[in-house]
């Protein structure tokens, strides 16, 4: 691990401020992502910003009844808030799939939306990697890509996004609340959050240089049945190879985002209308322009079985 410098913030602006007097400043909060990648030094952050004493660990009720949750709350709080295991279980069973007992009693909201989205080859510095070093070439391209992306990579990187929390925050339309150096507060829609890799795959999300992430935002309860599927290697502790979020309405109606397939989670709003005609429906629409590798073709019908396993269990 390479030389640091460190300091601790008490105020959101002051935080974002620091990030931006000092150039590739980082944020630090769990640290379950950013500590592992310092240690192999593919994050080298000359400094990093401790905003632990921030005080954005509430998870408090907003006035058009939804809730809002704020940056630095835990995920083993959060998948075992009340009110979440009620109105927003989809979330709670989420986050449960995710990692493990130890690492979801330290990793943040916040830091489980910003975690990069990578590939086994990301980690190999011994291996072309455009999000390790723009412009090197991606290694996964032509490699072992079983794991990796089917739809919305590009020429430039194949990697998936891992979080299974930002699966279940798309499907419920969360908004994300961030501040800036100047103090001023902006908020971004879930869906335009997370971006895909294009040209510029080292650029995982669309959030401004030394923004910080404040609180996540959920609409007022949806209803209907919440049902998360993960498929994935073994048991705990993997990534999803294919994860399904859905929530069936009465009607038969539904939403579904998918994790496991593409550079974001990935969720198709026009692919909802065909619910009446079932899984198979849902998922051609969503999935339409998928490119899979030989490798990875197997995700496209998984990703059908596991939205009809899905919903099987949304209708018991």
């Known amino acids: 691990m390479r030389p640091f410098t460190y300091e601790r913030v008490t105020d959101p602006a002051a935080a974002a401020r620091a990030a931006m007097a000092k150039p590739g400043a980082k944020f630090i909060a769990g640290g379950t992502n950013l500590l592992d990648l310092m240690k192999l030094e593919i994050e080298t952050p000359p400094h990093l910003i401790d905003v632990g004493p921030l005080g954005l660990d509430r998870i408090e009720e907003t006035r058009d009844g939804g809730l809002r949750?704020?940056?630095?709350?835990?995920?083993?709080?959060?998948?075992?808030?009340?009110?979440?295991?009620?109105?927003?279980?989809?979330?709670?069973?989420?986050?449960?799939?995710?990692?493990?007992?130890?690492?979801?009693?330290?990793?943040?909201?916040?830091?489980?939306?910003?975690q990069r989205t990578r590939c086994p080859y990301f980690y190999d510095t011994n291996q072309a990697c455009n999000k390790r070093r723009p412009g090197s070439g991606c290694s996964a391209i032509g490699g072992v890509s079983r794991q990796l992306a089917v739809i919305g990579s590009s020429e430039a990187c194949i990697a998936t996004h891992p979080s299974d929390m930002a699966v279940a925050m798309r499907v419920l339309d969360a908004k994300v609340e961030t501040v800036n150096a100047a103090g001023e507060t902006h908020v971004i829609p879930i869906a335009d959050f997370h971006r895909l890799p294009g040209d510029q795959p080292h650029i995982d999300t669309t959030l401004p240089p030394g923004d910080l992430i404040t609180a996540v935002t959920l609409p007022k309860p949806p209803g209907g049945v919440h049902a998360y599927r993960k498929v994935r290697d073994r048991a705990s502790y993997a990534f999803a190879l294919v994860s399904v979020a859905t929530i069936i309405?009465?009607?038969?109606?539904?939403?579904?985002?998918?994790?496991?397939l593409a550079h974001k989670p990935w969720r198709v709003e026009a692919a909802e209308a065909g619910f009446a005609q079932g899984a198979g429906a849902v998922a051609g629409a969503a999935l339409a322009g998928a490119r899979p590798t030989q490798d990875n073709a197997f995700k496209v019908t998984l990703a059908e079985r596991a939205l009809a396993a899905a919903i099987m269990d949304a209708r018991g």
Do not use: E, P
């Open 69 to 114: 949750i704020g940056a630095l709350v835990k995920n083993t709080d959060l998948a075992s808030d009340r009110r979440v295991r009620r109105d927003y279980a989809v979330l709670s069973r989420a986050l449960l799939s995710g990692a493990s007992g130890q690492l979801r009693n330290k990793a943040t909201t916040a830091g489980n939306l910003l």
């Open 249 to 260: 309405q009465g009607d038969g109606s539904g939403r579904v985002a998918f994790g496991g």
